[in-house]
């Protein structure tokens, strides 16, 4: 009876698919401080709950350049990316020179404007009054703080510049060991971050000058300049800054039908990543995708794409 009933079940588990194919799944995101960690706790719940197959767990990163290095050495299967950052890559380019990743698109699910905060008694009234002054460009190792370093660059703009986490850096301002830093936004709302120093202390939010603009948009292509309107939080006047999409990328090796269903089942959610970040409710991520995507989709993405008869940009195909 026992050899039967031994028999039975191996033979059970062996018909089981998900004992069969189940496979890890990670998801390299951010710091866990950051509104973007949130989300993709929710794209993780996704996955496990519409993908059949797969099992996905959420890894805390240093953000976009530490998840490309991460996913070139096989150490995750997906994670966040800006869009320039992710181009500058796939084309080996800045901080990929002569290294080029083989990485492909998956979505994009918001425009993240680049937000220079600063406590308002540090005496910057301006980009410029930040000579001088101990200012974190943004988390370590992150997209935002090589974005910074270059719109400071084209800018003619200097800082002492201070390295460390968000989590390090957020306690340095509310001590004042440190003027300010640039922090990705939620949309059109300051992060949750910004808004837990504004508990501690008064801040301010210094934009460009439009001749500031002018020059980003004409020498500096791989980002937009965007107006954030007035109430990004209370007491925040309307300002220019620059601005990249936030999106999904996986290396190219990724299996085709994989990458469909995971994208299929973002794009069929109505709720859950809305939920994960306030910003996203009523975004059209299938068109942000289509808007900010700056190297081609994956095979996968590209098929669920063009299964709903969207006109899929010619940049956003492989050749």
Same mark, same amino acid.
Request: net charge negative; charged share 20%.
């Given at each position: 009876m026992k ?5 039975l079940?191996?033979?059970? &588990?062996? !018909?089981?698919?998900l ?9 390299g995101? =951010?710091? @866990?401080?950051s509104?973007?960690?949130g989300? %993709?706790?929710?794209v993780?719940?996704?996955i ?6 797969l ?9 976009? &350049? ?20 992710v ?9 990929f ?14 425009n ?10 540090s ?5 410029? /009054?930040? +000579?001088?002054?101990? %200012? ?9 703080? !090589? ?6 660059? =084209? ?10 986490? =968000?989590? /390090? ?5 509310? *001590?004042n ?13 300051? /992060?949750?971050?910004?808004? *837990?120093?504004?508990v ?12 500031? @603009?002018?020059?980003?948009?004409s020498?500096?292509p *791989? ?13 925040i ?8 999409g936030?999106?999904?990328? !996986?290396?190219?090796?990724? *299996? ?7 994208? +299929? ?18 975004a ?11 190297v081609?989709?994956?095979?996968? +993405?590209l098929?669920?794409f ?5 006109d899929v ?7």
């Amino acid at each position: 009876m026992k050899h039967t009933l031994a028999a039975l079940l191996g033979a059970t &588990l062996l !018909a089981s698919p998900l004992a069969a194919q189940e496979t890890d799944l990670l998801i390299g995101s =951010t710091s @866990a401080s950051s509104s973007h960690y949130g989300y %993709f706790v929710a794209v993780g719940q996704l996955i496990n709950e519409n993908v059949e197959g797969l099992k996905a767990s959420v890894v805390e990163t240093g953000a976009t &350049l530490d998840n490309i290095r991460r996913m070139a050495r096989g150490q995750i299967d997906l994670g966040l990316v800006t869009t320039n950052a992710v181009q500058h890559a796939v084309a080996g380019t800045n901080a990929f020179d002569g290294n080029p990743q083989d990485l492909r698109l998956l979505w994009v699910y918001t425009n993240a404007p680049q937000n220079v905060i600063v406590r308002a008694d540090s005496g910057a009234e301006s980009l410029a /009054d930040l +000579a001088g002054k101990r %200012f974190n460009p943004g988390i370590k190792g992150g997209s935002t703080e !090589a974005t910074t370093e270059a719109v400071f660059a =084209t800018l003619g703009l200097s800082a002492d510049y201070v390295r460390g986490s =968000t989590t /390090d850096i957020v306690g340095a301002i509310k *001590d004042n060991r440190v003027a300010g830093y640039v922090k990705s936004g939620s949309g059109t709302k300051l /992060d949750g971050s910004t808004m *837990d120093i504004a508990v501690a202390t008064d801040i301010k939010v210094l934009g460009l000058s439009p001749e500031q @603009a002018d020059k980003l948009r004409s020498d500096m292509p *791989d980002i937009s300049v965007v107006e954030i309107p007035e109430g990004a939080a209370d007491g925040i006047p309307a300002y220019s800054t620059w601005a990249f999409g936030v999106g999904v990328a !996986a290396p190219a090796s990724m *299996d085709d039908e994989t990458a469909y269903q995971i994208v +299929a089942a973002i794009m069929a959610d109505d709720s859950a990543q809305a939920n994960a970040m306030a910003s996203l409710k009523g975004a059209d991520l299938a068109q942000m995708t289509l808007d900010y995507g700056t190297v081609p989709l994956h095979p996968g +993405a590209l098929r669920w794409f063009e299964e709903q008869g969207m006109d899929v940009p010619a940049k956003l195909k492989a050749d």
